[in-house]
Structure formats: structure tokens, C-alpha cells
């Protein structure tokens, strides 16, 4: 597991268009999540060093985690254990590395970093739903999350984000997951 770097913007453009649709991301954004200190841009490099695949997270208040998730303020502070909130941004995998497990080993190893550094109670997770399906589903099972409920429409309010699958403004759904990096009980970081 490696970082995404400020050279990786062009392919990871790319990448974010093919898999999302145009305007996902702005290179000034990317640039944000690489250099912020509460973020953390996870990457699988293929063997020439290019980008394979992306986990994107960063530290989120109950807050606005609340406002954007629809988990209710009080949960999301119990689910915190006193300690901060990680909001998972985003996962993305090149079109020839799809299918092969790639994305599955990230998210493990990237789950596996936030809990080492022991300073996070729990990952929320909303992850896309368009056509009845839900790529991302399987690895954030296998990798601990729950499923909460169904958001309608979590896109939409990006106007300048042209869906891949809606072929315009996204009305695609979404699921929302948690993964609690604390055992409620004793306190101690979860295994995954």
C-alpha cells in the first residue's frame, strides 16, 4: 500500500471519469486530499508504479456526518467511542485491474492503517447504487462494515458532475455502511 501523489492527478482523473463521470473530482481538490493532514489517500500501484486503484478517507464531524448520512447525532457519537469520525470519500479501481481483488487488499490494509493509529472510533460509508447494482458492497462487507439504509439520490446535488450512468446529473442511490473501529465493550480496536 503506497500514497496517492500529486503526480498520480492525470491517470487519477482519468480513472475518476471512467468509473464516475466527468467532473467527480477537480485537480484542485485531489491536490486538498493529498496534501491535508486529516485525510488519507490510499493507493495500489501495479508493478510499473502506475495507479491500480484508490481508498480516499478523511476525518468528518458527527455533525455533518449526521447532515449527510441521516445517522442520527446521538448514534454517531456513541459509534465514535470519544474519539473522531472517518468519513470513507471515495474507492476507485483502473478498468483492467477490476475484479481481481485489488480494491478488496486496500481497503483492508487502509482500514487496517486508520485503526493503528489509534485515534478513530468508527468509518462511515456511502457507496453507489445505480442498475440494481452495488460494486463496492461486497468488499465493505467482507471488510466489517453493516449496512444502515438506503439514500436516495446522494449526487444529485452536484450540478457539475456529469454521471457516467445517468448521463447527466447523477440521480443514481446509494447505501450507507458503518464499521465501528472500537469493540463497544471493551474498548479495544475491532479486527477485521
Not at 75 to 84: I, S, V
Not at 131 to 136: I, L, Q, Y
Amino acid at each position: 500500500m503506497d500514497y496517492v501523489r500529486e503526480t498520480d492527478i492525470p491517470f487519477l482523473t482519468e480513472m475518476f471519469d471512467e468509473n464516475f463521470g466527468e467532473r467527480y473530482m477537480s485537480e484542485e481538490e485531489m491536490r486538498w486530499h493529498i496534501s491535508d493532514e486529516d485525510e488519507f489517500f490510499y493507493a495500489a500501484r501495479r508493478d510499473d508504479g502506475r495507479l491500480a486503484g484508490i481508498t480516499l478517507f478523511g476525518v468528518e464531524s458527527a455533525q455533518k456526518l449526521h447532515e449527510e448520512t441521516k445517522i442520527p447525532l446521538e448514534e454517531l457519537n456513541r459509534l465514535a467511542h470519544g474519539k473522531k469520525l472517518i468519513k470513507f470519500r471515495s474507492m476507485c479501481m483502473a478498468s483492467d485491474c477490476q475484479g481481481q481483488g485489488i480494491g478488496s487488499r486496500l481497503l483492508a490494509d487502509a482500514i487496517a492503517d486508520l485503526k493503528s493509529r489509534g485515534k478513530f472510533g468508527a468509518i462511515t460509508s456511502l457507496i453507489w447504487a445505480y442498475d440494481g447494482k452495488v460494486p463496492a458492497r461486497g468488499a465493505h462487507l467482507r471488510n466489517g462494515f453493516r449496512y444502515l439504509h438506503k439514500v436516495s439520490r446522494p449526487w444529485y446535488h452536484m450540478k457539475d458532475y456529469y454521471c457516467v450512468f445517468c448521463k447527466g446529473r447523477c440521480k443514481c442511490d446509494g447505501e450507507q455502511y458503518v464499521l465501528e473501529l472500537e469493540d463497544e465493550n471493551t474498548g479495544d480496536a475491532r479486527k477485521t
